[in-house]
């Protein structure tokens, strides 16, 4: 097991009254197997990913990486195990515009300490495997969207996460960019053995998952059909 919620339980305060964001969710994702969400805009999937992710504390539930309770942890223990077992794709890649790809990867790579010269080899392989060789040394300007998202996953890849969280991947694609950034997703959930998190409004590319909840107004339920299907990429 690398990633498990338990009993979620998410309030946040409106004026006088109280918001449920997430109420009672579970969800699981082991390591080899994608888990997407799906759920309108305003169901709760960015919260879930927030508190998935640990930089938000839920009000109850539980919140377990790779056995390791998160939620009882210190600030200071929370941020190392986000930089040792998590990877997080933003929705926006939010790339520095003056730096190359390489260069993308290899400034996460110098806030999590490691020496930036010893590392450059591993960025470019990271890049190549994302389907970017030959291209490491553009700039931002100089990719298109769907490169640009590709940066993006190789830069959640840098810390070897046994934990991948991810954010709307295909919201700002066209088909057929959206297909490919999903088949990429699923090739590293295999080949890295990473526990992946998709959350989307998108069910155009629910087949690449292995399993599908559906969120609404805060609620998590399981598509039977949909689960340990394994879609496409079996």
Same mark, same amino acid.
């Given at each position: 097991?690398?990633?498990?919620?338990?009993?979620?339980?998410?309030?946040?305060?409106?004026?006088?009254?109280?918001?449920?964001?997430?109420?009672?969710?579970?969800?699981?994702?082991?390591?080899?197997?994608?888990?997407?969400?799906?759920?309108?805009?305003?169901?709760?999937?960015?919260?879930?990913?927030?508190?998935?992710?640990?930089?938000? !504390?839920?009000?109850?539930?539980?919140?377990?990486?790779?056995?390791?309770?998160?939620?009882?942890?210190?600030?200071?223990?929370?941020?190392?195990?986000?930089?040792?077992?998590?990877?997080?794709?933003?929705?926006?890649?939010?790339?520095?515009?003056?730096?190359?790809?390489?260069?993308?990867?290899?400034?996460?790579?110098?806030?999590?300490?490691?020496?930036?010269?010893?590392?450059?080899?591993?960025?470019?392989?990271?890049?190549?495997?994302?389907?970017?060789?030959?291209?490491?040394?553009?700039?931002?300007?100089?990719?298109?969207?769907?490169? !640009?998202?590709?940066?993006?996953?190789?830069?959640?890849?840098?810390?070897?996460?046994?934990?991948?969280?991810?954010?709307?991947?295909?919201?700002?694609?066209?088909?057929?960019?959206?297909?490919?950034?999903?088949?990429?997703?699923?090739?590293?959930?295999?080949?890295?053995?990473?526990?992946?998190?998709?959350?989307?409004?998108?069910?155009?590319?629910?087949? !690449?998952?292995?399993?599908?909840?559906?969120?609404?107004?805060?609620?998590?339920?399981?598509?039977?059909?949909?689960?340990?299907?394994?879609?496409?990429?079996?």
């Amino acid at each position: 097991m690398s990633i498990e919620l338990t009993d979620i339980v998410l309030t946040y305060p409106d004026g006088d009254t109280t918001v449920t964001a997430l109420d009672r969710v579970s969800l699981e994702a082991r390591r080899g197997e994608m888990h997407a969400v799906v759920g309108p805009s305003g169901s709760g999937k960015s919260s879930l990913l927030a508190v998935a992710s640990t930089l938000i !504390r839920p009000d109850s539930g539980c919140v377990r990486i790779d056995g390791a309770e998160a939620t009882s942890l210190s600030p200071a223990e929370l941020s190392r195990l986000r930089m040792s077992r998590i990877g997080i794709v933003f929705q926006q890649p939010n790339l520095v515009s003056s730096l190359t790809a390489v260069e993308q990867l290899l400034v996460t790579e110098h806030m999590r300490g490691r020496s930036v010269r010893s590392r450059r080899e591993e960025a470019g392989r990271l890049l190549t495997i994302v389907g970017l060789d030959g291209k490491q040394h553009r700039r931002p300007a100089q990719l298109s969207g769907g490169e !640009r998202q590709r940066v993006n996953i190789a830069r959640a890849l840098t810390g070897d996460p046994h934990v991948l969280l991810v954010d709307e991947p295909t919201a700002a694609l066209d088909h057929d960019r959206g297909a490919q950034i999903m088949d990429l997703l699923a090739d590293i959930t295999t080949e890295y053995e990473v526990a992946t998190v998709v959350v989307t409004h998108d069910t155009e590319y629910l087949d !690449r998952a292995d399993t599908v909840s559906r969120m609404r107004d805060g609620r998590l339920t399981t598509d039977a059909i949909a689960a340990g299907s394994g879609g496409a990429r079996r």
